[in-house]
Every structure is written in structure tokens, then in C-alpha cells.
């Protein structure tokens, strides 16, 4: 079955933690995201990546850290610089068309991670 | 001017009855748009993915793209409990990043 996978379904961080959520794909996608997602906010990208070991920020980035090592993974780490976590993390993948500096084409979601600051 | 707008609801209507859910958007170079369902609790799943201008029809969903008046609509036809969601619509131009709706909040009337 291919998909893309979040883990875990739910967190609970202290303040002045820094936890990671994980994000793996097995849809072969070159493109992975991360987004954010607060009531009557809407999705706000975080970070993308459009291929591995290049990554960049997006509307709000700030509190927040990404690697891309590999195809099949893109971690956000949140880091306690990060004034507001608690929220519902969402990450997505998509194949980028060539020509693009960032992806134009259909993204698929993950299940979300919900985090929660104690 | 936000450069998606969509209702946020919610929108309540009786089983059986006919959806109309709709966004308006203010950048003309918008050309790719999507619909997009999401359960609570749950990741957002494609619907509809439609270019420039027209209509898009896969069962009981019909996506509607009139790029002159830059208003796009999705129609759920004999609706179900099961489709009671919230629903966002995201767009983008070429060589540009996805914009979201906020997504309309749906409640299907048993």
C-alpha cells in the first residue's frame, strides 16, 4: 500500500522541549511538506523540500527545523523557540514538474500529527 | 483582499439533497484547482484536481471553474452522512507554491 505515513498520532511536549515529528512516503514522491494547521486558520506551510538534501522555508518557519536525508523522509523538529506548537501537523508529498522552483502539482496528505504543549 | 475566500460554514443540509460549495480567489494566474475533503482528526484527501476553465465530473462530485469571474464550485449530488467534512479548496499558478482555502465546514442531515 503506498502512502504517506505520520507518526506519532499524538505528542505531548513541556514547554522548552524540543520534540520531532516523523514523516515517511513510499509513493516515490520528490517533492515533501510540512504544514500547519489551527482552527479557522486554514493549512500554513511551514517547510518544503523539493529534493533530498534541499529544503526551504516557508510562510512560517520560524521555531522550526527540517532535514531531507533521504527520498522517503522529511522530519520537523520543533524547537522551543517556537512560541505557539500546540496545533495539528500535517505533511504532504507531490512530484514536482521539472520546469517548477516549487511544486504546482496535486499534493497527498499524511494522517496529521496533533501536538499539544503542556 | 485574501486571495482565497471560502465560507466557512457550517453548512447543514438534508441527506439526499444537492451541495454547492464555493470559493472565490483574486489572483488571475491561478490555473490548477483542487478539492480537497477532511474528517475531523484526520489529513486532508484529494477529491477534484481540475486545469484552467470547466467542469469535472467523477460520480456523485462535480467540480466548476469559471476563471472570469475567478470562482470555482464543487457539487455534491444525492449527499450522504458520510460526506459530512469539512472541504477546502486550494489553487496555484505554474512555478508556484498551493494556496488553501480554510475550508468550509459540511453537515449532511440524516
Known amino acids: 500500500d503506498g502512502g504517506i505515513t505520520q507518526s506519532p498520532k499524538y505528542l505531548f511536549r513541556k514547554e522548552g522541549q524540543n520534540v520531532t515529528l516523523s514523516c515517511e512516503q513510499n509513493l516515490n514522491h520528490d517533492a515533501m511538506y510540512w504544514y500547519r494547521q489551527d482552527p479557522g486558520q486554514g493549512l500554513r506551510l511551514i517547510y518544503y523540500s523539493q529534493i533530498v538534501n534541499d529544503f526551504q522555508k516557508g510562510d512560517i518557519a520560524e521555531g522550526y527545523s527540517v532535514s531531507r536525508e533521504k527520498k522517503e523522509s522529511f522530519p520537523l523538529t520543533v524547537t522551543s523557540a517556537q512560541k505557539n506548537p500546540t496545533a495539528f501537523y500535517l505533511c504532504?508529498?507531490?512530484?514536482?514538474?521539472?520546469?517548477?522552483?516549487?511544486?504546482?502539482?496535486?499534493?497527498?496528505f499524511g494522517p496529521g500529527t496533533r501536538l499539544t504543549v503542556l | 483582499q485574501k486571495e482565497v475566500e471560502q465560507d466557512p460554514g457550517p453548512l447543514s443540509v438534508p441527506e439526499g439533497a444537492i451541495v454547492s460549495l464555493n470559493c472565490t480567489y483574486s489572483n488571475s494566474a491561478f490555473q490548477y484547482f483542487m478539492w480537497y475533503r477532511q474528517y475531523s482528526r484526520k489529513g486532508p484527501e484529494l477529491l477534484m484536481y481540475?486545469?484552467?476553465?470547466g467542469n469535472k465530473e467523477d460520480g456523485r462530485f462535480t467540480a466548476q471553474v469559471d476563471k472570469s469571474s475567478k470562482y470555482i464550485s464543487l457539487f455534491i449530488r444525492d449527499s450522504q452522512p458520510s460526506d459530512s467534512a469539512t472541504y477546502l479548496c486550494?489553487?496555484?499558478?505554474?512555478?508556484?507554491?498551493?494556496?488553501f482555502g480554510k475550508g468550509t465546514r459540511l453537515h449532511i442531515l440524516p
Open positions: 486550494a489553487m496555484s499558478a505554474r512555478d508556484d507554491k498551493i494556496i
Open positions: 481540475t486545469y484552467s476553465s
Open positions: 504532504a508529498s507531490s512530484i514536482p514538474r521539472r520546469s517548477s522552483r516549487m511544486s504546482t502539482d496535486t499534493q497527498y
